[in-house]
């Protein structure tokens, strides 16, 4: 699986890169998946972001339809899917982009997600971030812009709050298979850029290590697991027979426009509010937290 457009692989081969040549593998399909770099992605955050936080009635609709944001969404957990469901057909699958530290984390974690019951609970998602977001490299500082004076760097990219997005819309669409309630998604979101945790604030895990000890948001949020915990959560409890103790294990999200939605308590945080009404909510998370 290789995440990136056709026509990009492609135009790798003349930085000496390129794609696989399928003549040497055999009994292996080749597919591209078809999903933009880190510059489109940030033009329709960018775009979106716009038009959550000045949105006109009038131009609404087109706005959002223009930007592409859901489109972009749709195609990660389609393409998510896709991969849960080769693997749990019993095939091998080898996920990867450019470079392999941002499409390849956010496929390889909605896949796993999709798959494993496991990593639908708190520890299991901790365990995935960290290993498939902390540990494979993903530059959480340059991509959220830690330490990076100008806001129009070439390098940044939401790929990190994509994902949450796409976990946010499979677990609207599943809300009794998760353990955590999706303030925990939100909280992550929210963290990425605020650099306030050691975890989403170096580009390696080499870098991680070198730094000053810092404190870890999973700590943070282990502490208050309680606020985190989805009270719906029936575990690994068969859904279609509530009689049978067979795990579920592979849940099936609809990756389809129309089954998916804007997630209104992140994009939405700042907008339609009066003062009082922030200074309200304010005072209420630091209760929370």
Same mark, same amino acid.
């Given at each position: 699986?290789?995440?990136?457009?056709?026509?990009?692989?492609?135009?790798?081969?003349?930085?000496?890169?390129?794609?696989?040549?399928?003549?040497?593998?055999?009994?292996?399909?080749?597919?591209?998946?078809?999903?933009?770099?880190?510059?489109?992605?940030?033009?329709s955050f960018s775009?979106?972001?716009?038009?959550?936080?000045?949105?006109?009635?009038?131009?609404?609709?087109?706005?959002?339809?223009?930007?592409?944001?859901?489109?972009?969404?749709?195609?990660?957990?389609?393409?998510?899917?896709?991969?849960?469901?080769?693997?749990?057909?019993?095939?091998?699958?080898?996920?990867?982009?450019?470079?392999?530290?941002?499409?390849?984390?956010?496929?390889?974690?909605?896949?796993?997600?999709?798959?494993?019951?496991?990593?639908?609970?708190?520890?299991?998602?901790?365990?995935?971030?960290?290993?498939?977001?902390?540990?494979?490299?993903?530059?959480?500082a340059i991509r959220?812009?830690?330490?990076?004076?100008?806001?129009?760097?070439?390098?940044?990219?939401?790929?990190?709050?994509?994902?949450?997005?796409?976990?946010?819309?499979?677990?609207?669409?599943?809300?009794?298979?998760?353990?955590?309630?999706?303030?925990?998604?939100l909280f992550l979101?929210?963290?990425? $850029? @605020?650099? +306030?945790?050691?975890?989403?604030?170096? &580009?390696?895990? *080499?870098? =991680?290590?070198?730094?000053?000890?810092?404190?870890?948001?999973?700590?943070?949020?282990?502490?208050?697991?309680?606020?985190?915990?989805?009270?719906?959560?029936?575990?690994?409890?068969?859904?279609?027979?509530?009689?049978?103790?067979?795990?579920?294990?592979?849940?099936?999200?609809?990756?389809?426009?129309?089954?998916?939605?804007?997630?209104?308590?992140?994009?939405?945080? $700042? @907008?339609? +509010?009066?003062?009082?009404?922030?200074? &309200?909510?304010? *005072?209420? =998370?630091?209760?929370?937290?």
């Amino acid at each position: 699986m290789d995440a990136r457009p056709r026509r990009n692989a492609y135009a790798n081969n003349f930085l000496g890169a390129g794609t696989e040549n399928m003549d040497l593998y055999e009994n292996c399909v080749l597919e591209f998946l078809n999903i933009e770099n880190i510059h489109v992605m940030r033009k329709s955050f960018s775009e979106f972001k716009d038009l959550c936080l000045n949105c006109n009635d009038s131009s609404w609709f087109s706005g959002l339809e223009s930007c592409h944001w859901l489109d972009h969404i749709s195609k990660l957990i389609y393409c998510g899917t896709r991969i849960a469901n080769l693997l749990n057909s019993g095939n091998s699958v080898v996920v990867h982009c450019s470079d392999g530290w941002d499409r390849t984390p956010q496929l390889t974690c909605l896949a796993q997600i999709l798959l494993d019951p496991y990593y639908r609970t708190i520890t299991g998602f901790s365990c995935l971030i960290e290993k498939e977001w902390c540990s494979f490299g993903h530059k959480f500082a340059i991509r959220a812009g830690h330490g990076f004076h100008s806001p129009n760097d070439s390098q940044r990219s939401p790929i990190f709050l994509q994902f949450l997005d796409s976990v946010w819309q499979i677990h609207r669409q599943f809300p009794r298979s998760f353990q955590f309630n999706d303030e925990l998604l939100l909280f992550l979101a929210e963290q990425f $850029f @605020a650099a +306030r945790f050691g975890t989403f604030m170096f &580009n390696s895990e *080499k870098e =991680r290590l070198n730094a000053n000890p810092t404190v870890s948001v999973w700590t943070f949020a282990l502490e208050r697991i309680d606020k985190f915990l989805n009270a719906n959560y029936i575990g690994t409890m068969n859904l279609e027979n509530s009689n049978s103790l067979e795990p579920v294990k592979l849940i099936l999200p609809d990756h389809r426009l129309k089954s998916l939605q804007i997630w209104e308590a992140y994009y939405f945080k $700042f @907008a339609f +509010r009066t003062p009082d009404k922030i200074d &309200n909510d304010a *005072k209420t =998370r630091k209760l929370l937290l």
